[in-house]
C-alpha cells in the first residue's frame, strides 16, 4: 500500500516530471508491504497520510522490530563515530586554502551554512525512507523518483567516490614520492637522498612507482574483503592517524597566535586580489570557489541511511526521529568546529598563501620557527605527513565499497541480471573472478589518474561543483517534495511547506552548482 502511495504520486521539482516511476511499485519489496500495517497505525500515528480527524501527521513512522533476528545494533556513540569517519576525508587537507580564500569570517559563516543544510537535508532523507519503508538511499529514491533516477544516483555516487579516492593516492604521492606541482620533497627524497633526491632519480623513488606499490601491496587486498565489516580495526587505525595532522595544526595555530597576534581585519573577509573585476565581484567569485571543497567535505548522504539503521530500536523510549537527530547534529557540530579550527590555524600559521593540498605545508623548513629543536621539526613534519597519508590509505577500501557497489548495481542493470550476488562469503566461481577483476580495474584507473592529474584541488572543485551538490543538495530536495506532495496536493499547509522547501534547496543547488563550473571553467 506505501508503495501504491509512493508511485501515484507526481514526482516533480517545480512541476517538471523526473523520470517514469512506473516501476516504482513492481520493484517495492514484499517486506514492506506487509510491513505497512504494521506501521500504519503506531500510537494514534499515520505514516505520510491524514488522520481520522483530518489533521495532518509526520511522515516519521516507527520502524518494525525483529529482536530475534536482528543484528547486533549499534549505540548513538558508535552510529556518531561511524557518521564523522563518513564525512572527514580527504576533503580537510583543501580547507585552509578555503579559508584563505575566503576570509576568516566568512568562512566560518560558509561552514555554518553547509553544516545546517547537510542536518537538514539528511533529515530529509530519513523522513522519506521511513515513510516508504526503505533502509537505503537508493532504495528509497526508485521508490519515490523512479528507476532512472535510482540510476542517475549511482552514476552521481560513482562520480563523486571514484574522484576522492583518487584525491586519496594523489595525497600519497605527493607526501611520498613529490610530484608535479609540488614544491616540496617526498619524503622518500628525504629519507634516501642520494637515490632519490638527484636529477634522475632511482624509478623506486618515482610517483609512479609507489602509486602502483600502495595500490598492490595494500589496496588491492583491503578492497578484495567481501565484507565492509573486516574493515573495522582498519578503520580506528585511519582514524587515529587523521588526529595527528589535527591536533598538529591546532597547536600550530596557538603557536601563530602567540607571537603573531590575531589576524589583521582585511583577513576576515575574501581575499579579492586573486581574481579580476571589482571587489564585490572578487568576494563572490572567492566564496564561489570554495563552496565546492566545503560541500565535498561535509557530504556523506550516501551512508547515512545504513549508519541510522545500524541504531535499530536500542533503548528507543522516544520518537527516534529525536534520537537520529542527536546523532546528526552532534557529528556535524564536531566535524563543523574541527573544519574552523584546522582551516583557520593553518591560515595563521603558514599564511595566505598555504597550498591548495595543506600537507605539503608540513616540512621542516616551515615548522622549525614553532619548535626549540630543529629534530623535533623533522620528526613532527614526517609523522604528520606520514600519517595522514596512510590514514587517506587505510580509508580508501570503505569509500570503495561504496563504489564498487555503485558500480556492480549499473553493470546489473545493463545486463539484466546481477552482476554479483549479494551473499559475501558464498559467491560462486565466475562471482568471485568478476568482482576481482572489477577491483583491479578500478584500483588501476585511480592509480593512472592520481599521476596524470597532481592537484586535488582541481579534483575537488569538480567533484565539489558536480557529484557533491547532487548529493547533498538535488537528490535530498528531490525526494523530499516526491515524499510530500501527495499531502501538498491535498492542500495540507505542513506539507506545502516541505514541497516549497524542498523546490528552494533544489534550485540553490542547481545555481551553486553552475555558478561554480562557470567560476572553474573562466
Known amino acids: 500500500m506505501a508503495a501504491a502511495h509512493a508511485s501515484s504520486q507526481t514526482h516533480t521539482i517545480l512541476n517538471l516530471p523526473l523520470g517514469n516511476a512506473s516501476g516504482a511499485t513492481n520493484d517495492f519489496s514484499a517486506t514492506a508491504r506487509r510491513e505497512d500495517a504494521e506501521y500504519r497505525l503506531r500510537d494514534g500515528v499515520l505514516s505520510g497520510r491524514e488522520s481520522p480527524a483530518g489533521e495532518e501527521t509526520p511522515l516519521l513512522r516507527p520502524r518494525a522490530s525483529s529482536a530475534s533476528t536482528a543484528p547486533k545494533e549499534a549505540s548513538e556513540l ?57 533502509t537505503t538511499l537508493y532504495a528509497t529514491t526508485r521508490v519515490l523518483l523512479g528507476d532512472y533516477a535510482e540510476v542517475a544516483l549511482r552514476l552521481t555516487v560513482l562520480v563523486n567516490n571514484y574522484g576522492l579516492l ?4 594523489v595525497v600519497g604521492g605527493d607526501v611520498m614520492a613529490g610530484g608535479a606541482g609540488v614544491e616540496e620533497k617526498g619524503l622518500l627524497a628525504q629519507w634516501f637522498p642520494q637515490t632519490c633526491d638527484v636529477a634522475t632519480p632511482h624509478w623506486a623513488c618515482t610517483r609512479e612507482f609507489f602509486t602502483a606499490m600502495l595500490a598492490a601491496t595494500l589496496l588491492l587486498p583491503l578492497c578484495s574483503l567481501d565484507n565492509i565489516s573486516s574493515l573495522a580495526s582498519v578503520s580506528a587505525l585511519a582514524v587515529t592517524c ?8 591546532l597547536f600550530l595555530g596557538v603557536y601563530a597566535l602567540a ?28 566564496i564561489l570557489a570554495s ?145 576481482r577483476l572489477l577491483t583491479v580495474m578500478l584500483i588501476a584507473s585511480h592509480g593512472v589518474l592520481a599521476v596524470v592529474i597532481p592537484n586535488i584541488w582541481v579534483i575537488i572543485h569538480f567533484i565539489g561543483s558536480t557529484g557533491a ?33 524542498g523546490r528552494i534547496m533544489f534550485v540553490f543547488g542547481l545555481v551553486v552548482m553552475v555558478f561554480a563550473l562557470v567560476e572553474k571553467s573562466s
Open 78 to 134: 558508535n552510529a556518531s563515530i561511524n557518521l564523522i569517519n563518513t564525512i572527514i576525508g580527504a576533503g580537510i587537507v583543501s580547507l585552509p586554502y578555503a579559508c584563505a580564500l575566503t576570509g576568516f569570517a566568512s568562512f566560518v559563516a560558509l561552514v555554518a551554512m553547509t553544516q545546517m543544510m547537510t542536518k537538514e537535508t539528511i533529515g530529509w532523507l530519513c523522513k522519506a525512507a521511513d515513510a516508504v519503508g526503505q
Open 469 to 501: 551538490i547532487a548529493i547533498g543538495f538535488l537528490f535530498p530536495a528531490a525526494i523530499h517534495v516526491a515524499a510530500n506532495f501527495e499531502n501538498y496536493q491535498r492542500g495540507l499547509p505542513k506539507a506545502a511547506t516541505s514541497v516549497w522547501s
Open 166 to 169: 583518487i584525491v586519496y593516492l
Open 259 to 286: 607571537t603573531d597576534g590575531a589576524p589583521d581585519t582585511s583577513e576576515l573577509w575574501p581575499d579579492v586580489k586573486r581574481f579580476d573585476g571589482s571587489p564585490a565581484v572578487g568576494a563572490v567569485r572567492a
Open 242 to 249: 587523521t588526529f595527528t595532522f589535527v591536533i598538529t595544526c
Open 291 to 435: 563552496v565546492p571543497a566545503l560541500v565535498t567535505a561535509f557530504v556523506c548522504h550516501y551512508n547515512v541511511l545504513l549508519i541510522r539503521s545500524s541504531m535499530g530500536q536500542r533503548d528507543v523510549v522516544e520518537d527516534p526521529s529525536k534520537r537520529d537527530g542527536r546523532v546528526f547534529g552532534r557529528s556535524l557540530g564536531f566535524v563543523g568546529m574541527l573544519y574552523i579550527f584546522v582551516a583557520s590555524a593553518g591560515v595563521l600559521y603558514f599564511g595566505k598563501n598555504v597550498s591548495s593540498d595543506a600537507l605539503d605545508e608540513f616540512v621542516f623548513d616551515k615548522l622549525r620557527a614553532a619548535f626549540k629543536y630543529h629534530w623535533l621539526a623533522t620528526v613532527v613534519s614526517n609523522i604528520v605527513r606520514m600519517g595522514y597519508a596512510t590514514s587517506l590509505s587505510l580509508t580508501y577500501p570503505l569509500i570503495f565499497f561504496e563504489m564498487r557497489q555503485s558500480v556492480e548495481g549499473l553493470l546489473s542493470l545493463l545486463v539484466g541480471a546481477p552482476f554479483v550476488a549479494n551473499r559475501p562469503g558464498e559467491l560462486t566461481w565466475p562471482e568471485v573472478i568478476r568482482r
